[in-house]
């Protein structure tokens, strides 16, 4: 099953000859003719424009009439049609419980499915050698995925729950294990770090300051036990769950809170404090959601569409009597989680008002969270919790430019931008879902139509069906 598997992710990620989905642009130039550009630094249309791509880059964006085009040029007719950046998953895992950090093939499958969803960025949080390499064949156009960025291991003084029979990671109790594992993961070319559990106060300070030292930011979790003073006033860089904020927060050395008011102040005083701090937030709501999915009708999550993408070995556990959430909270519980929910939607609009950058992550290969399908349900969700349709792309593209540092290349359809492109056949403006209404996706200036991206995830769910 692993030599097909790869075989069908390499039709369409393959760098070298024979790629199945990349249609080639004469004389490396491409235009998209009479398209409406949309804009995610501020909300606006620009319509009728043609946007020249030659190379990796787009070369010049202009309204049709002002433009003439180079000879040879591959024209795509732009027309009824709405052109936006490719998306960022800020939070995405290519190893995990049911996929070995060396699984090559797997994780191929899930760089497919991310590009095919129209993810050409994504942010793993969580790095090993192998992430690394992969890393850097994508950067070295070894392979054809979307550009990744990588924390290392998790900083944490014990593992909360188990990560699983591949991984096996450290924990770091002391001020020195600490920095010298900031210091390791410097000099192996992670781009953050990644807190994930409980740190004593000294050793926590010490993963800021060394990070600091050494041009890192920290992104990830928060250790609850020290709670959203230490987050906060440490500035760490992004907290990667609006669930966090329950047990650093809301739940910190006290009872769950239940009356609105209450919960409406503290909503606002503490996104106003993270705004302060300077801190990003992806609220990552759908992970969340489908604990409470899972715990009420397993059957019915795992017979969605999408879960005939995943190899079967690599989800296996997701199913009973494995399901972790089925095993650990019985239906009981459901309504405490519902609460809970509600109170981190109450806090992504807070966050939203108070001015706080928000991003796009889905944390896939958590138990049914499927990688690059996951950003439509978090779409979904960031819109069900109060923000706009802009807000949401926004988030998935621009914001997270910003906070990569990285707007002079990517997350608006500018000349000079890398031209990681997505054509839509409706307004995304209107409603969220149209941001995942392609007729084809554009990495670094390859073009990838609709109708071989979804060939190839025909064949890859045939492979998996039939083993």
């Known amino acids: ?51 020249l791509v030659r190379g990796e880059h787009i070369d010049r964006v202009s309204p049709t009439g002002d433009i003439r085009l180079p000879k040879p040029c591959t024209i795509i007719d732009g027309r009824n049609h709405f052109l936006i950046p490719g998306l960022v998953d800020s939070h995405a895992h290519l190893y995990g419980p049911g996929v070995r950090p060396d699984d090559r093939h797997t994780q191929e499958v899930i760089l497919s499915l991310l590009l095919a969803n129209g993810v050409t960025t994504a942010i793993n949080m969580l790095g090993s050698p192998e992430i690394l390499k992969l890393r850097d064949d994508l950067a070295r156009g070894q392979l054809v ?23 096996h990671l450290p924990t770091f109790s002391t001020v020195q294990e600490v920095r010298d594992e900031v210091i390791a993961e410097k000099r192996a070319g992670y781009d953050f770090l990644k807190v994930h559990g409980d740190l004593s106060e ?29 987050v906060l006033d440490g500035h760490q860089a ?9 047990y650093s927060y809301f739940q910190f050395q006290r009872d769950f809170p239940t009356d609105p008011v209450e919960i409406d102040r503290m909503v606002k005083e503490v996104a106003t404090r993270t705004k302060q701090a300077g801190t990003f937030v992806s609220p990552t709501l759908y992970v969340f959601r489908q604990i409470i999915s899972q715990i009420a009708d397993i059957d019915a999550v795992l017979e969605r569409p999408e879960m005939r993408y995943m190899p079967s070995e690599s989800t296996s556990a997701w ?44 944390d896939d290969l958590v138990p049914s969270v499927i990688p690059g399908f996951a950003m439509k349900n978090e ?70 139509p609709e109708s071989e991206l979804q060939s190839t995830l025909a064949r890859m769910a045939n492979a998996t069906t039939k083993h």
């Open 1 to 51: 099953m692993m030599r097909l598997l790869k075989h069908l992710s390499l039709a369409l990620l393959s760098a070298t000859g024979g790629t199945a989905a990349a249609t080639g642009s004469a004389g490396g130039c491409t235009a998209f003719t009479g398209v409406t550009v949309v804009s995610t630094d501020i909300e606006r249309l620009l319509p009728d424009q043609t946007v």
């Open 145 to 167: 995925g979307p550009k990744l960025y990588s924390t290392g291991i998790f900083f944490e003084s014990e593992h909360a729950y188990t990560l699983g029979p591949f991984i």
């Open 202 to 230: 000294d050793a926590y300070r010490a993963l800021l300051e060394t990070a600091r030292e050494q041009g890192l930011r920290v992104v990830g979790h928060t250790p609850s036990n020290l709670g959203i003073d230490a």
């Open 238 to 246: 992004l907290i990667v769950h609006a669930e966090e904020y329950l």
């Open 319 to 362: 199913r009973p009597p494995d399901n972790p959430y089925v095993k650990r909270w019985p239906l009981e519980k459901i309504l405490k989680l519902r609460g809970q929910f509600l109170i981190m939607q109450k806090l992504t609009r807070g966050l939203r008002d108070a001015g706080v950058p928000l991003l796009v992550g889905t």
């Open 379 to 448: 779409f979904e969700e960031l819109y069900g919790a109060g923000l706009t349709p802009f807000e949401v792309l926004q988030a998935a593209t621009y914001n997270a430019a910003v906070f990569l540092g990285k707007t002079a290349e990517s997350g608006t359809v500018v000349s000079g931008r890398y031209a990681d492109l997505i054509l839509l056949s409706a307004n995304p403006l209107d409603d969220v879902e149209n941001a995942f209404r392609q007729d084809g996706v554009m990495l670094h200036g390859r073009w990838f």
